[in-house]
């Protein structure tokens, strides 16, 4: 039986209450299954937690592998019993039940959940095709995931998504053709590349997004901040309704950036030698209302400007899909803010030289 380890969740960095951070520890709150760090904020007098959601007798990494689970087309039967042999605990499928109509606006593909199982007991679908993986030795360790059954439920069932069909055929392809010794060999990352796009033009927008509630939710999880992307990645990939694949290897070379400069009059100025190539990983890939989202989870988006590296994303994956640069956006987040804007924007075309024609 295995036991349920202490709740070592990350450290606050304000007051739930009055968002001050002056506030220290003060003990703990022992529960039925954990224990939680209790904090007080000298400023306002209160204790406070850092979990989002209150009131439950079981711990929220249990509940939150229980909705991964369903999502993974598990019953409640199936999922108590997963939870009774993982961690020691005893759960009726009813609690279950429960968990996925409080948490269902954590966890919008639940909708397509019903739409494609029909598909699955008529047999047009493989459950062990749902989802594929694959480990990539790219310097560092990188999981990437692909989500077919949501891709082709956003293709197919969503004319907006139709043009961008071609992300798919990318998607399948990096399963069976990614140059890994490329990856390997680079020494260039797009990730290092700073303030080398002009940003007078751009139009950066903050918003509410429900990438930021679903980081809130999935973080309350989270003991170890290394953790933080993978448990972010899997709880949208298999909950959110629009997210295709997480960590996407992606690549430009000289030849690259000479095709958006030279043919496509784009305004790139940034040069690599003929032997170089810029890499990186992408993430969260998502399809919505027509668009290819590109994300980064920055756990202190506000503080940071990652516009570089995801253009530089935006016009790699532009080549490599053959889909034009307006086909994409680009966003950066964390469980307060998030940030987006159109690489198009970064990149605009010049305007071509000559005499203007007078009637």
């Known amino acids: 039986m295995k036991k349920i380890p202490l709740a070592q969740l990350k ?8 968002q001050g951070t002056d506030f220290v520890k003060t003990g703990w709150r022992i529960k039925k299954h954990e224990k939680i760090q209790v904090f007080f904020c000298n400023r306002c007098q209160k204790k406070f937690t850092p979990l989002v959601t209150k009131g439950r007798t079981y711990p929220i990494s249990v509940i939150l592998k229980a909705l991964i689970w369903f999502n993974q087309f598990l019953e409640p ?10 961690y020691g605990l005893k759960v009726v499928p009813e609690t279950i039940v429960s968990w996925l109509k409080d948490y269902e606006r954590f966890t919008p593909f639940s909708r397509m959940r019903q739409y494609l199982k029909i598909k699955l007991d008529n047999g047009e679908m493989d459950l062990k095709e749902m989802v594929a993986e694959q480990r990539l030795f790219h310097q560092q360790i990188y999981d990437f995931k692909y989500h077919r059954f949501k891709t082709n439920c956003l293709l197919e069932e969503d004319f907006k998504n139709y043009k961008q069909k071609a992300i798919k055929d990318f998607l399948e392809l990096i399963m069976a053709e990614c140059p890994h010794q490329v990856f390997r060999e680079s020494n260039v990352r797009a990730s290092e590349f700073k303030n080398i796009f002009n940003l007078d033009q751009v139009r950066i927008t903050r918003k509410e997004n429900r990438a ?3 980081a809130r939710f999935v973080m309350q999880a989270v003991a170890n901040n290394k953790e933080r992307h993978q448990a972010m990645q899997r709880f949208a990939l298999f909950c959110d309704s629009t997210t295709l694949a997480c960590e996407v290897p992606v690549l430009l070379d000289k030849d690259d950036l000479d095709h958006f400069r030279l043919m496509l009059n784009f305004n790139v100025p940034l040069e690599i030698k003929r032997d170089e ?3 990186g990983h992408i993430d969260i890939i998502q399809l919505r209302n027509g668009l290819v989202h590109i994300m980064d989870f920055k756990p202190s988006a506000a503080k940071t400007k990652p516009v570089d590296q995801l253009t530089l ?4 994956l532009s080549r490599l899909t053959s889909l034009r640069l307006h086909s994409f956006k680009c966003a950066w987040f964390d469980d307060k803010d998030y940030f987006e804007f159109f690489p198009l924007h970064v990149v605009y075309k010049l305007k071509k030289k000559g005499k203007r024609l007078k009637f």
Do not use: D, F, W
């Open 313 to 316: 994303y935006a016009l790699a």
């Open 277 to 279: 190539v810029i890499t």
């Open 77 to 86: 039967g199936a999922i108590a019993e997963k939870i009774r042999r993982e």
């Open 11 to 18: 450290s606050v960095s304000q007051c739930p209450y009055c």
């Open 212 to 214: 930021n509630e679903m």
